[in-house]
């Protein structure tokens, strides 16, 4: 008889930790597992779930936005504990730091276990006094938990470092086995939310430079507006250099495989990440990559510095113009990149990743 799991989270707008409990959902789903997702909202732009997959909402109900926000926070825990109650799953994964607070309360003294995953650098993000409270006595509750590079499990106490694994996020399939282009185009590309992490600012400033040299060469950046006001100062920026021609914002993209797959190179600029799925998946179109090597150590852990992509400082405006002027100007090396990033699909595809996954799940269950 097939494993009942269930998945907890915010909701499913797009975002990574989103789209990874997505394809996770579908694939258990596909192999006969029974998979539920309990999220505590529904977003307006959401990822697709297999018709298997079973969505139970489980956050606050009708009239509980009003009450105190330590009561708000009580409800979501017993609400979520009324469901595992319920459906009885044989396992819980939590994904994101809420959600993973949420969890180990809801199942305390209960016999499932629970599989927590970090999604984010810890640095900045797992270190409020409500994360210092909640991590000593909460953490080891955990029967276990998947990180994506060795910089987050390194954060953690050597205890939850034990009872852990390094899973990278599965790449969609659509990014796989993508011809190689008979020319590439004199663009250079980014994908990735307007956010101010990603530091987009610094790549068209440095790009700015970059065209003095290389005239035929234009930036397009695909991703959605966040609404923190990068938008609006990258526009400024545009402006300000009279970058109209050849910097160009250009929106979300839903087929980011035929937009991106013949550009000159990847610029992937961002201060910090967990493991980001917009540099994954450049590596599988096969796309020559400058990268910062941003902690906590995602680049790092899916990039070798001069073999399969460039790795530079985060937040070094000149280095990130001279990669791109590298890649640029020496196109043999710069394909030769792109050759050896497509090696990513070999552990990053869906099916490894899921194994992976499974075998994880099936040995805690088992425990």
Not at 79 to 104: M, N, S, T
Not at 219 to 236: A, N
Request: proline share 5%; with cysteine.
């Amino acid at each position: 008889m097939m494993r009942k799991i269930a998945f907890h989270l915010n909701c499913l707008e797009q975002g990574g930790a989103e789209r990874v409990v997505t394809n996770l959902a579908n694939q258990f789903a596909a192999n006969g597992y029974e998979v539920i997702i309990a999220t505590e909202w529904y977003g307006e732009n959401e990822f697709q779930t297999d018709e298997r997959v079973r969505r139970v909402h489980v956050g606050l109900k009708e009239g509980d936005e009003k009450k105190h926000r330590l009561v708000q926070f009580y409800l979501r825990v017993k609400y979520l504990k009324e469901f595992l109650k319920k459906e009885k799953p044989d396992i819980l994964i939590p994904f994101a730091r809420r959600a993973l607070y949420r969890g180990l309360m809801a199942a305390y003294f209960m016999k499932i276990p629970v599989l927590i995953s970090i999604r984010t650098d810890p640095v900045g993000h797992y270190e409020e006094l409500s994360d210092k409270i909640q991590i000593p006595i909460l953490f080891p509750r955990a029967d276990g938990c998947v990180f994506q590079t060795e910089g987050a499990k390194e954060f953690f106490a050597p205890r939850l470092q034990k009872n852990s694994r390094i899973i990278l996020n599965p790449i969609n399939p659509k990014y796989i086995g993508v011809p190689e282009p008979e020319h590439r185009n004199k663009t250079v590309v980014q994908s990735g939310r307007l956010v101010d992490f990603k530091n987009q600012p610094m790549l068209i400033r440095a790009f700015v430079e970059v065209h003095k040299k290389h005239p035929d060469y234009d930036l397009k950046i695909y991703g959605g507006d966040s609404f923190d006001g990068t938008k609006e100062i990258l526009e400024q920026i545009i402006e300000e250099n009279h970058a109209q021609n050849y910097v160009h914002l250009m929106g979300a993209s839903d087929s980011l495989e035929k937009d991106m797959a013949d550009a000159a190179l990847f610029a992937f600029s961002s201060d910090w990440e967990g493991l980001p799925n917009a540099l994954m998946e450049a590596m599988a179109l096969g796309l020559p990559i400058v990268a910062t090597d941003c902690p906590c150590g995602g680049p790092r852990t899916i990039m070798t510095n001069e073999v399969d992509g460039l790795l530079i400082p985060i937040k070094d405006q000149k280095a990130l113009e001279d990669g791109i002027n590298r890649l640029i100007e020496d196109r043999p090396f710069a394909e030769k990149l792109g050759r050896e990033a497509r090696k990513i699909a070999d552990k990053a595809n869906g099916e490894a990743v899921y194994e992976q996954w499974r075998d994880y799940i099936e040995e805690l269950c088992t425990k």
